[in-house]
């Protein structure tokens, strides 16, 4: 069964999950994270209010800015993280052209959308999320603790960031 971006069951969702939660910590922005659903119709991570930044009058330019950029860079990772552990892990298999291709245009899209980013500037952010994510994925070292992961995240279906840290805790992650 060739990849796709598309989730092809629980397993495949649960591999998913791994990565993104193996991604952020590999970021250490778990704080930005609140929990974790296995089940959820819509989206199946829910951001703390750390990743959600109110600006003010107080607040500069350059910390939005900032705050924004680094929400992108996150949310870049978390999307290679899912795609990586699903494929490079689940699978065995390299990520495919086509899917790489489909993600730089997510990314484009979002650095367009959330941060007014050129196609070059997003195309900057992608390469440095994907070098960090290959020598994440592709040590095989880490397989056996993604694959622990995604087994907890199907038993357990919702781990809050407490949760989701003393497991990561528990596979030396």
């Known amino acids: 069964m060739p ?8 397993d495949d969702r649960a591999y998913g ?3 993104m939660a193996i991604s952020m910590a590999s970021l250490d922005a778990l704080d930005r994270l609140a929990e974790i ?5 819509g989206p199946m991570v829910s951001f703390s209010h750390d990743y959600y930044f109110s600006s003010s009058p107080s607040v500069s330019p350059k910390a939005v800015w900032h ?3 680094s929400n992108f ?8 993280g899912n795609v990586m552990a699903r494929s490079v892990v689940r699978l065995g298999t390299e990520l495919p052209q086509d899917v790489l291709a489909a993600v730089r245009d997510i990314v484009r899209e979002e650095g367009r959308d959330t941060c007014s980013l050129e196609d070059e500037e997003a195309d900057a952010v992608f390469e440095k999320m ?3 994510s290959l020598r994440l ?3 095989p070292r880490l397989h056996p603790a993604v694959k622990q992961l995604a087994g907890v995240i ?10 989701l840290t003393e497991e990561l805790e528990l596979l030396r992650i």
């Not at 990849?3 to 629980?10: C, D, G, I, T, V």
């Not at 659903?37 to 119709?41: F, G, I, T």
């Open 37 to 41: 659903y296995l089940d959820a119709d």
């Open 154 to 163: 199907s038993r357990r279906r919702r781990l809050s960031v407490i949760d």
């Open 130 to 132: 994907m070098r960090h």
């Open 17 to 19: 999950l791994a990565g």
């Open 137 to 139: 994925f592709h040590n």
């Open 73 to 80: 860079q996150l949310t870049t990772s978390l999307v290679l």
């Open 3 to 10: 990849f796709q971006l598309a989730y092809s069951n629980e």
């Open 67 to 69: 705050n924004l950029m």
